[in-house]
């Protein structure tokens, strides 16, 4: 028991570090400014209350210094001008750190998307991580900011309750003990919905799948098509429903519970505010002192309030963001990377190579033994889901095999540094994607180093047969209308030349083509490999086809089945 303990006590202490430093990193300036006026606030209100006291006793019994009242006066406007100054300033800190912290956690999270093992994205689990590692974005920034508010606030709760025991000591210990039940409700309840709102991950990422099908353009054509918005709208609905009763449950017992506690608190005031009018009527207190009571009790309430709210907050954020420390910190979804860098490839050998994902007992890949060398045009075929496009991430180390290991120039491919070894590859995936860029972006985006690129993009253009693009003026148009109304619709064969010219734009020891003419008509498919052919300078190729025409420039073809190397009788000629 005391091992856990000491573990959470870890863990928190881990948080709370890495949401201070994420704050001083994002801006030193803004986080030092906005702990002085956050903290300041709290005076100034207890300031303001303490004057309006002495001036309603001067205004009542003391007349011999009334000549003195408009210090008074002016001491009040002071402190309520600086009150508004510092509420404004304090808000403006928290916007712009806000805005810097955001960004900062953004790309934190997308570096770690993008050092990521690729087989991760084959797990459901992992996209409710990321799921609400997304969401805990604003966590992040409001647990920073609660750590400020929470300071803030008890020192305020500090500062009255010390001003309350000199004016009644009876005052603060019940308004402090009425407050209890309030902030106990509000842990446990927030508490029961964190807990909920974990377990609706993954049936809220299927209701927003349905609602973002309405607006993506590739489903959207066929749900018009096929007449089924309908089908999606009842799917959306159903899983609404479900979320939206669970929390309702939770929400509505919390609301009655949590009204009742602040009921009470509100009535324990009121028989304390009469217990002041009382003493006031009697002459045991003056005017100015029921003034400050009154005052001094609102305050103190609502700051045990922001107390248990900022305390909750933080609770509930603290869940949240460690989790997205999980995923962050998460070294086993990783590729492990090796130290020699290669600046070209010879070589290709996979020995005993088998591939499983990961809870699956059947082999995608099984016992694969393949040598490619340079010069080598080698054709893979074999059925949809035989294991060909596995084959080319393992290649890439965007898998690590299962068993077996991969070689390349006699090398441990483990041994090679993944970025050296992905610059001597130029891939095409199937059914690869274009960005919302403009036409040049998209081509250099596999090579943004390279030299000379406007003659060797037109080269590419006139390669693919995109014409409508040759002129300057077009190459930087943007792709899609989805962020400009000028933007380029390609049809489904100009969107495959364009990803296309993107791949073959990086100059590579090793050329991977997945499927890439399969919404290319024929005249330019021949064209465009003849092209390719006459480009080649005794590198590797390796094409993953089902058409006959790409397999007659081959020089070898392999074929997989059912994730096995198997016999093919190919005659070149």
């Known amino acids: ?210 609602r973002q099908l309405f607006s993506d353009k590739k489903h959207i054509k066929e749900i018009k098509l096929l007449e089924v918005g309908d089908y999606f709208i009842e799917q959306y609905l159903g899983k609404w429903k479900k979320n939206h009763s669970q929390r309702k449950e939770i929400k509505k017992n919390s609301v009655i519970l949590l009204s009742t506690a602040e009921s009470l608190l509100e009535l324990v005031k009121s028989f304390l505010g009469i217990y002041l009018v009382h003493n006031v009527i009697v002459g045991l207190s003056s005017i100015g002192d029921f003034s400050l009571g009154i005052s001094l009790l609102d305050q103190i309430k609502n700051t045990i309030l922001r107390i248990s709210s900022s305390t909750v907050n933080l609770y509930e954020n603290r869940a949240r963001i460690s989790r997205f420390l999980d995923v962050v910190n998460n070294e086993e979804v990783l590729i492990e990377c090796g130290e020699i860098d290669i600046c070209t490839i010879n070589k290709i050998e996979l020995k005993n190579v088998s591939f499983s994902y990961k809870g699956m007992k059947n082999y995608i890949l099984e016992d694969i033994n393949i040598v490619i060398s340079a010069g080598d045009i080698v054709a893979i075929v074999g059925d949809n889901g035989s294991g060909k496009s596995t084959l080319i991430k393992l290649l890439l180390r965007m898998y690590e095999p299962t068993e077996g290991v991969i070689y390349i120039n006699d090398i441990n491919i483990n041994k090679i540094s993944i970025s050296s070894l992905r610059r001597c590859f130029s891939v095409y995936f199937q059914n690869l994607e274009n960005y919302c860029i403009t036409l040049e972006e998209n081509i250099c985006l596999s090579d943004l180093s390279a030299k000379h690129k406007r003659m060797r993009i037109n080269n590419l253009l006139e390669m693919s047969k995109l014409r409508k693009f040759y002129d300057e003026e077009n190459l930087n148009v943007e792709i899609t209308k989805y962020f400009s109304e000028s933007g380029h619709e390609l049809s489904g064969g100009e969107n495959q030349k364009l990803a ?59 074929m997989l089945s059912g994730g096995k190397l198997a016999d093919f009788n190919y005659d070149a000629s």
């Open 1 to 210: 028991m005391k091992v856990k303990e000491l573990d959470k006590n870890k863990k928190i202490s881990k948080i709370f570090s890495f949401c201070i430093k994420l704050s001083f990193r994002a801006s030193k300036l803004y986080t030092i400014l906005l702990f002085i006026t956050e903290l300041a606030f709290p005076g100034l209100v207890l300031l303001s209350s303490i004057f309006y006291k002495v001036l309603i006793d001067m205004l009542v019994d003391d007349v011999t210094f009334r000549d003195k009242i408009y210090f008074i006066l002016i001491g009040v406007f002071i402190a309520n001008v600086i009150q508004l100054l510092f509420s404004n300033i304090s808000q403006y800190f928290r916007e712009m750190q806000s805005n810097i912290l955001e960004k900062n956690i953004s790309i934190l999270l997308m570096s770690t998307i993008y050092r990521t093992e690729l087989e991760s994205f084959d797990n459901s689990e992992y996209y409710d991580k990321l799921e609400e590692s997304n969401n805990s974005i604003s966590s992040i920034i409001e647990f920073t900011q609660n750590i400020i508010s929470l300071v803030s606030s008890f020192i305020s709760f500090i500062s009255i309750l010390v001003v309350l025991v000199n004016f009644n000591y009876l005052f603060a210990i019940v308004i402090t003990a009425s407050s209890i039940p309030y902030s106990i409700i509000r842990v446990i309840y927030t508490k029961k919905y964190y807990i909920l709102s974990i377990d609706q991950i993954n049936s809220i990422r299927k209701q927003n799948y349905f």
């Open 500 to 558: 296309l010219s993107r791949s073959l734009y990086r100059r590579a020891p090793v050329l991977i083509l997945d499927e890439p003419t399969s919404c290319i008509d024929i005249d330019t498919k021949k064209a465009l490999f003849r092209d390719i052919i006459n480009d080649f300078n005794g590198e590797i190729m390796i094409l993953i086809t089902h058409d006959i025409d790409n397999i007659k420039i081959a020089s070898r073809v392999l």
